[in-house]
């Protein structure tokens, strides 16, 4: 005998650890938007899967905005993508040019102020 043991049990029995990002299959960060959303001080109380589901929209909008982009670049014959090709992605497109603008305050108080 060698002196060693064999403990077959302790490599099987391990679990990897997982972040919670690659839990949910998300390539952005959830602990960061976890620790961002509390340090803010947006809410008293959070749920666990409130930065799960605020990560995948992030990701969700940033890959919808990225994809328009990369159209307008290759429509343009160039090979990286600018902020100017972001700008005119976002103007192009009537949900981002909404969500994006400045106004849209006035929007959501207007509609509260007719039902009223």
């Keep these: 005998m060698s002196g060693k ?3 077959s ?3 099987k029995n391990k679990k990897q650890i997982l972040s919670r990002s690659s839990r949910a299959e ?3 960060p959830v602990s ?9 001080h ?5 749920c666990s899967s409130t930065p799960v589901f ?3 929209v992030l990701e969700y909008l940033t890959s919808n905005i990225l994809e328009l982009a990369g159209k307008e670049a290759h429509k343009s014959h160039r090979m990286r993508i600018t902020p100017e090709h972001v ?3 976002v103007d192009g497109n009537q949900h981002l040019s909404y969500l994006f603008d400045e ?6 108080e207007m509609l509260q102020a007719r039902k009223n």
């Design 42 to 46: 947006n809410a008293y109380r959070l």
């Design 9 to 11: 049990y302790s490599r």
């Design 5 to 7: 043991r064999r403990c």
């Design 103 to 108: 106004d849209n305050t006035n929007h959501t």
């Design 26 to 28: 998300l390539q952005f």
């Design 54 to 56: 605020l990560a995948g």
């Design 87 to 89: 700008e005119r992605a």
């Design 32 to 40: 960061r938007v976890d620790r961002l959303l509390r340090e803010g």
